[in-house]
């Protein structure tokens, strides 16, 4: 496994498996308990970020190669390149813990999102399977060493990755 | 003056005077002639970048401290923080020139952009007035040593920067 500066989590499933909904649910549950938290998304397709008119999308279209944008409480980055998921982890200084989206064969440790729709196939290797979130937790008994959590069980899955990742001292 | 890296060129103007069409085309222009170009926003508003809907969106609005995605075109970054002008200066390595809108009183090379609008005033301190763009530059003769340009006159402001700031070479 990669090893980096702070704790790297990843979230993967077939499409339709509702990981985008278990990171969510993720997020606002570790925010409540104080962590700050990064998410890295993998985009297949290509993604719009931008909005039609706005300055800095007029600048993207203009050809900028990276577009930078900052108010008093927020700020924003548009680059007309891709980056690695190594370089934006590396740009995670702000955060507790940085949850991954998509890199399917990325070699960190993963969650895997399973549903009824793709058979309860695992979609990452055993290798780097960290726990199972599903919505049928009896597929996977007699599997040893594998914790498995419903996908509405949002405390356990936090627990979870506090356990292993975090502090485990915030509240 | 601060020093950076790399040539920072900021665009000073009143609201209404024009300076982002001013800076959509240098963009384009310098693109054209082989430069790559960031730019960098201060919003005084709270800007709007996401899309409704979109994971991203979602991730964000769950209380992720930053979001990234990157497609294999492309990719974004946005943080629930600001970022200061040097910060994201700083970040900047992919470009040959980085060109700024706002910060009034940042400590860095500007040119103004004025109309009749406000009366030709110019917007920043003489001290760092590099040059100015305008639709009538006969408000400004007389004065010795500010190169005034037309709005429309993309080709000179553009030539100007180059002849500043950039190597000069590269068409």
């Given at each position: 496994?990669?090893?980096?500066?702070?704790p790297?989590?990843?979230?993967?499933?077939y499409?339709?498996?509702?990981?985008?909904?278990?990171?969510?649910k993720t997020?606002?549950r570790?925010?409540n308990?104080?962590?700050?938290?990064a998410?890295?998304?993998?985009?297949?397709?290509?993604?719009e970020?931008?909005?039609?008119?706005?300055d800095?999308f007029?600048f993207?279209?203009?050809g900028?190669?990276?577009?930078f944008?900052s108010?008093?409480?927020?700020s924003a980055?548009?680059?007309?390149f891709?980056?690695?998921?190594?370089?934006?982890?590396?740009?995670?200084?702000?955060?507790d813990?940085?949850?991954?989206?998509g890199?399917?064969y990325?070699?960190?440790?993963?969650?895997?999102?399973?549903?009824?729709?793709?058979?309860?196939d695992?979609?990452?290797?055993?290798?780097?399977?960290?726990a199972?979130?599903?919505?049928?937790i009896?597929?996977?008994?007699g599997r040893?060493?594998?914790?498995?959590f419903?996908?509405?069980d949002v405390?356990g899955?936090?627990?979870?990755i506090r356990?292993r990742?975090?502090d485990?001292?915030?509240?």
């Open positions: 496994m990669s090893t980096f500066l702070r790297v989590l990843g979230f993967s499933g499409s339709g498996s509702g990981k985008t909904t278990i990171i969510e997020i606002k570790l925010k308990l104080g962590y700050r938290v998410v890295i998304k993998h985009d297949v397709h290509d993604f970020m931008d909005k039609e008119g706005k800095t007029r993207s279209e203009a900028a190669d990276e577009v944008i108010s008093g409480e927020k980055r548009i680059s007309s891709p980056r690695t998921m190594e370089e934006m982890i590396s740009e995670c200084g702000h955060a813990i940085v949850l991954i989206e890199y399917k990325a070699d960190i440790r993963k969650i895997a999102v399973t549903s009824e729709k793709s058979g309860y695992l979609p990452c290797s055993e290798d780097s399977l960290e199972v979130v599903t919505d049928d009896s597929q996977y008994q040893a060493g594998i914790p498995v419903y996908r509405n405390e899955i936090t627990g979870f356990e990742y975090l485990n001292g915030k509240d």
